[in-house]
């Protein structure tokens, strides 16, 4: 089992008790506090491209978000969990197969030329664990000893030392995904909820205590300029965020109510790249769990349901605002289950898996094809790759980031190139 990517290199959290952000740095020996002081506002032009990585953690069941509906083999391999032909509206590029009813605001944009649909995306050789899938996903290579992700090398190579928000994790936790080498990343659980912990203290003396956190002067002694280098840090990134504490963005649509994070999340990430921050890579984990071995009928059209909704209406929202062609969407998980039904009401791991790229600037067309169940099932009875995950990070490398490719993803010279922009 894979390390995630990451673990192992050197890293430095500045920000172990703050409420709000964790920042991290992985493999840079010193962050030059003058590089703050010039700003960070001028790491990204307003016109630079976003890509939000959305992973569907578990496994999605691609079989049910495009369901070969009336296929009688699918009735057959899913005598309860098959959907019905009239459940879902029919998909317009394949029509032996339909869109999951929860989907339908995904439908939605795809009727609009807004989301490329990856019907039966993976990799050769499938590795039906969800650690070792997951990580080939997360650095761009079936390489167990990769330590460092495939939008982290990005950054180290298209990005600078003075920006942690050009890789964000709207998380917990930092995401391997965004595992760099030598360049600052951040993880921010909720955009609106920056700040630290600080015991008994609060109001007045908590804003200028937090004013106060950049105040330190550079030294000659290592640990207080270690202390200075950090706290400037820190005092920049908070006044970034600043402006986004109350929560009231002034969102111009409105998002799924839940008690989920996730259209919140969506809803910050919308008013940051309206607010200037130079964001370029932003990962994001979808509501729901898709491990669905048990009960998958309610639990996944609930989570498809909450993902497709937040989805659309942060499209919409980037409409409203003018910036929808700065950013390209990629929703994603780590396989797809297995073509027959186990006896829980629910299915295994599978292979090939569904993935969707969303914005305006996308073709809105298939890539890949769905293989059929007569001829498109392994031995296992697992869906096959028609389309390789690696093709597409070279083509979103090369024709949304302008940057080459081969230097990111290993071996990239033996992968396709799809046309994925209008």
């Given at each position: 089992?894979?390390?995630?990517?990451?673990?192992?290199?050197?890293?430095?959290?500045?920000?172990?008790?703050?409420?709000?952000?964790?920042?991290?740095?992985?493999?840079?020996?010193?962050?030059?506090?003058?590089?703050?002081?010039?700003?960070?506002?001028?790491?990204?032009?307003?016109?630079?491209?976003?890509?939000?990585?959305?992973?569907?953690?578990?496994?999605?069941?691609?079989?049910?978000?495009?369901?070969?509906?009336?296929?009688?083999?699918?009735?057959?391999?899913?005598?309860?969990?098959?959907?019905?032909?009239?459940?879902?509206?029919?998909?317009?590029?394949?029509?032996?197969?339909?869109?999951?009813?929860?989907?339908?605001?995904?439908?939605?944009?795809?009727?609009?030329?807004?989301?490329?649909?990856?019907?039966?995306?993976?990799?050769?050789?499938?590795?039906?664990?969800?650690?070792?899938?997951?990580?080939?996903?997360?650095?761009?290579?079936?390489?167990?000893?990769?330590?460092?992700?495939?939008?982290?090398?990005?950054?180290?190579?298209?990005?600078?030392?003075?920006?942690?928000?050009?890789?964000?994790?709207?998380?917990?936790?930092?995401?391997?995904?965004?595992?760099?080498?030598?360049?600052?990343?951040?993880?921010?659980?909720?955009?609106?909820?920056?700040?630290?912990?600080?015991?008994?203290?609060?109001?007045?003396?908590?804003?200028?205590?937090?004013?106060?956190?950049?105040?330190?002067?550079?030294?000659?002694?290592?640990?207080?300029?270690?202390?200075?280098?950090?706290?400037?840090?820190?005092?920049?990134?908070?006044?970034?965020?600043?402006?986004?504490?109350?929560?009231?963005?002034?969102?111009?649509?409105?998002?799924?109510?839940?008690?989920?994070?996730?259209?919140?999340?969506?809803?910050?990430?919308?008013?940051?790249?309206?607010?200037?921050?130079?964001?370029?890579?932003?990962?994001?984990?979808?509501?729901?769990?898709?491990?669905?071995?048990?009960?998958?009928?309610?639990?996944?059209?609930?989570?498809?349901?909450?993902?497709?909704?937040?989805?659309?209406?942060?499209?919409?929202?980037?409409?409203?605002?003018?910036?929808?062609?700065?950013?390209?969407?990629?929703?994603?998980?780590?396989?797809?289950?297995?073509?027959?039904?186990?006896?829980?009401?629910?299915?295994?791991?599978?292979?090939?898996?569904?993935?969707?790229?969303?914005?305006?600037?996308?073709?809105?067309?298939?890539?890949?094809?769905?293989?059929?169940?007569?001829?498109g099932l392994d031995d296992e009875g697992n869906l096959?790759?028609?389309?390789?995950?690696?093709?597409?990070?070279?083509?979103?490398?090369?024709?949304?980031?302008?940057?080459?490719?081969?230097?990111?993803?290993?071996?990239?010279?033996?992968?396709?190139?799809?046309?994925?922009?209008?």
């Amino acid at each position: 089992m894979p390390l995630p990517a990451g673990s192992g290199l050197s890293r430095r959290t500045f920000l172990t008790r703050t409420a709000g952000l964790a920042l991290s740095v992985y493999g840079a020996s010193k962050l030059p506090l003058g590089l703050f002081e010039e700003g960070i506002a001028r790491a990204a032009a307003p016109t630079d491209p976003v890509l939000v990585s959305i992973f569907l953690d578990g496994g999605a069941d691609s079989l049910s978000m495009l369901y070969p509906a009336g296929d009688a083999q699918y009735a057959g391999l899913r005598p309860h969990l098959a959907l019905a032909p009239e459940a879902g509206a029919p998909f317009a590029e394949d029509p032996a197969l339909h869109w999951h009813p929860s989907l339908a605001p995904l439908a939605e944009l795809h009727g609009e030329g807004k989301v490329s649909v990856l019907p039966a995306v993976g990799y050769t050789n499938a590795d039906q664990s969800h650690f070792t899938s997951r990580h080939y996903w997360e650095v761009g290579a079936t390489d167990a000893h990769l330590r460092t992700g495939w939008l982290g090398r990005y950054l180290d190579l298209a990005g600078t030392s003075d920006n942690p928000l050009q890789g964000l994790a709207l998380s917990d936790s930092l995401h391997p995904a965004l595992a760099s080498a030598s360049v600052p990343i951040a993880a921010v659980s909720q955009v609106d909820d920056y700040g630290f912990w600080a015991q008994g203290v609060w109001g007045d003396p908590e804003m200028r205590m937090l004013d106060a956190i950049g105040s330190f002067t550079p030294s000659s002694d290592p640990g207080r300029a270690h202390v200075a280098e950090v706290a400037a840090q820190v005092a920049r990134l908070r006044g970034q965020l600043l402006p986004f504490d109350d929560g009231n963005w002034g969102s111009p649509v409105t998002y799924p109510t839940s008690s989920d994070p996730f259209p919140s999340r969506l809803a910050g990430l919308a008013a940051m790249i309206a607010g200037g921050l130079p964001l370029r890579c932003v990962t994001v984990s979808a509501p729901g769990m898709y491990d669905t071995h048990a009960d998958q009928a309610t639990d996944l059209g609930s989570a498809l349901a909450l993902t497709a909704g937040s989805l659309n209406a942060f499209q919409r929202d980037l409409e409203a605002r003018g910036l929808s062609d700065r950013v390209i969407v990629h929703v994603w998980s780590e396989f797809g289950r297995r073509g027959e039904e186990n006896g829980s009401l629910g299915t295994d791991h599978g292979a090939a898996g569904m993935g969707f790229l969303i914005g305006s600037q996308v073709k809105g067309q298939m890539l890949g094809e769905f293989p059929g169940l007569a001829s498109g099932l392994d031995d296992e009875g697992n869906l096959k790759a028609t389309f390789d995950f690696r093709s597409l990070y070279c083509s979103l490398l090369e024709q949304w980031f302008a940057t080459d490719a081969a230097a990111i993803i290993p071996n990239a010279a033996s992968f396709d190139r799809p046309s994925l922009l209008k």
